[in-house]
């Protein structure tokens, strides 16, 4: 959450401020705002409460002087509501010194109470302006922006990235990080500090990963990264994948409709280069097989949709690797005291690879000496860099705030893992993971042929429901975390009442719900692969059909069986069950985002959210 962006350099920064923060407003969209050195060498800054757009017509309307050395944020509120007042940057040094923030500092009353003690005043409601303050107040003793920093954190606790320039020392922006991103981007003669890569990745693919609690000083010639004692570290160096066109919009209405188009890619892209000759072969776990031989138990550990993800990722891997396997929300994972340890592998998702949630869960798994390996798609992210190995997913930039795109890529990473996992440990033969290779290989062109062929008809009848006030989505065996997903891709943008339930579970309690006219998705089993699902998932139908519910049917192609019980069917081509999620979900994110679409609401940037959700 929140999105930074610093400049160094020779060319007038706001320009590039502005074109990284709208690289960054996935991250928050509460507020935005700049502070510039100008070549007078005063600082000038501008913040707006409302999206970056607000904060663009008014530097159009009343321009800032420019300079070339400036920082950028965009807001999403923790401390103080959306107002111009709480949006960054805040300052300090009698307004010499600007500050951003991403993150959440816990100790910010009791510090707060402590410069309120000294005579100083704030003017936000933000814990970020009592980090200001502190560098402020350290600065103004020591005049060395880097010592400053260094005095400062270690007064402060919690999460925080913090970025500051002062007025007094143009050609020089610093930053410090605690368990939140900053990634540094390397130019020629310029530099930039970033949330991510999409921050810089418009002008230089250089990268440097700067590790927890390091202190980062940019100058347009130099970098210097050292830790929160003064010592040097080594940082490392990575060239961004990304281009800078994967992260635009291009031609498309949104976002999501250009990621959720590039679906058949994602799938595609993730399993390029690790099949050979019929068995996967991850290069990045090359010379890792006792993570998969000395253990008895998998935790997939997860948020939100990528959670949906690892439940589907469970039935692959205690089918092809025969570990059992449980799936855990990240946030609860850690506060119960599971019972782990080092014969124990830990497998996080996360397509930012920064959720706080998910972050803190892996740092506690190795901590209690469990192996831990993670599937992301960001690079230089912070979770695999915590990780003892990695599974990149290829989904390219997710921009949209709903998750479509890396959640297919996520299914895609954690098959090709129960694929190798089930090879090192002897459990598949070759013959078999040949088969469902060939399974995997298929799926992109099948999920093209559903775009192909239902997306037009989909969106029609999303239109139809625009004024539906509650969806039941329903699913069993791997439909069942697909109902999930289609529930909560209808909620997040939509703004509608939505359930996802297990077929099975409907009888015992949720039953009640249905009422005539409910509108009730329903995954269907395939009837030539999995006949006894497929006769059950039926009855089910029939069930709540008795009771007056909508049937959408999700279902194979030339299954004639649920025609009789079914108000719509949306068809998706013939796959083996465990291929099925796959295909299954594209109808649903493109049914979530027809509807909030026709609704007239912005579905690449829904209220109350954020892409990167990096505070607890
Ligand atoms: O970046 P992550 O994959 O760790 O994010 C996890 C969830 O916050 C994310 O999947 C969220 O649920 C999506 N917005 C859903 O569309």
Do not use: M, Y
């Given at each position: 959450m929140c999105g930074i962006i610093g400049y160094v350099g020779p060319r007038p920064s706001q320009d590039i401020l502005i074109s990284g923060l709208a690289r960054l407003e996935y991250r928050g969209y509460d507020s935005a705002g700049i502070a510039v050195i100008d070549g007078e060498g005063s600082l000038g800054t501008r913040k707006r409460a409302g999206k970056l757009q607000v904060l663009r017509d008014d530097l159009a309307a009343h321009p800032l002087a420019d300079g070339t050395t400036g920082i950028g944020h965009t807001r999403w509120a923790?401390?103080?509501?959306?107002?111009d007042a709480n949006a960054h940057p805040h300052l300090a040094d009698d307004d010499k010194l600007a500050v951003i923030h991403n993150g959440i500092i816990e100790n910010f009353a009791d510090l707060k109470a402590e410069l309120v003690d000294a005579g100083h005043t704030f003017?936000?409601?933000?814990d970020t302006e009592v980090a200001a303050a502190l560098l402020g107040r350290e600065y103004a003793a020591s005049g060395d922006l880097v010592e400053a920093f260094r005095a400062t954190v270690s007064r402060l606790e919690g999460a925080f990235t913090l970025l500051a320039l002062h007025r007094?020392?143009?050609g020089l922006v610093v930053g410090a990080r605690r368990n939140s991103p900053l990634v540094i981007g390397l130019g020629d003669g310029e530099n930039f500090l970033g949330s991510d890569v999409a921050a810089f990745v418009e002008h230089t693919r250089h990268a440097l990963a700067i590790g927890q609690d390091e202190i980062v000083a940019i100058t347009p010639d130099e970098v210097t990264v050292t830790d929160f004692s003064g010592d040097a570290v080594d940082v490392e160096p990575f060239e961004v994948v990304w281009d800078a066109a994967a992260a635009d919009k291009g031609g498309w209405s949104s976002f999501m409709a250009k990621e959720v188009s590039e679906e058949p890619e994602a799938v595609a892209n993730t399993i390029r280069g690790r099949v050979h000759d019929g068995i996967v072969e991850i290069p990045e776990l090359d010379g890792l097989d006792e993570l998969f031989t000395d253990i008895d138990r998998i935790i997939v550990i997860a948020c939100g949709t990528a959670a949906y993800a690892g439940m589907v990722g469970k039935y692959a891997l205690e089918q092809w690797a025969r570990v059992p396997v449980d799936v855990e929300l990240a946030h609860e994972f850690r506060y119960?005291?599971?019972?782990?340890?080092?014969r124990t592998l830990v497998v996080s998702i996360s397509q930012?690879?920064?959720t706080m949630d998910t972050l803190m869960a892996v740092k506690f798994a190795r901590e209690a000496g469990a192996k831990t390996l993670s599937i992301c798609n960001?690079?230089?992210?912070t979770i695999p860099r915590e990780s003892d190995a990695i599974v990149y997913t290829h989904?390219?930039?997710?921009?949209?705030?709903?998750?479509?795109k890396a959640f297919v890529a996520q299914i895609t990473a954690l098959y090709l893992l129960a694929l190798h996992v089930g090879r090192v440990r002897g459990a598949l033969d070759a013959e078999t993971i040949a088969a469902q290779v060939a399974q995997l290989e298929a799926v992109p062109e099948k999920i093209a042929r559903v775009l192909a062929t239902e997306q037009e008809h989909i969106e029609q009848f999303a239109h139809w429901m625009a004024d539906t006030r509650s969806v039941i989505f329903l699913g069993r065996h791997v439909g069942y975390p697909i109902a999930l997903e289609g529930a909560l891709k209808l909620k997040e943008i939509s703004y509608i009442h939505a359930e996802g339930f297990a077929a099975g579970e409907l009888?015992?309690?949720?039953?009640?719900?249905?009422?005539?006219?409910q509108p009730v998705f329903v995954m269907v089993p395939s009837p030539s692969s999995s006949p006894l699902l497929h006769a059950k998932v039926v009855s089910n139908i029939q069930e709540i059909r008795a009771r007056g519910a909508r049937i959408i049917a999700v279902a194979e192609e030339g299954?004639?069986?649920v025609l009789p019980f079914a108000d719509e069917v949306l068809r998706i081509p013939l796959a083996e069950p465990l291929f099925e999620p796959l295909l299954a979900v594209v109808p649903l994110h493109i049914f979530a985002m027809g509807l909030a679409t026709a609704k007239g609401l912005d579905v690449d940037q829904p209220r109350n959210l954020a892409k990167s959700v990096t505070v607890e």
């Open positions: 923790t401390h103080g509501g959306p107002t003017r936000s409601e933000t007094d020392q143009p119960r005291d599971p019972v782990i340890g080092a930012s690879g920064e960001t690079q230089g992210a989904a390219g930039p997710e921009v949209a705030v709903a998750s479509t009888k015992h309690g949720p039953i009640a719900l249905i009422e005539p006219g299954d004639a069986a």
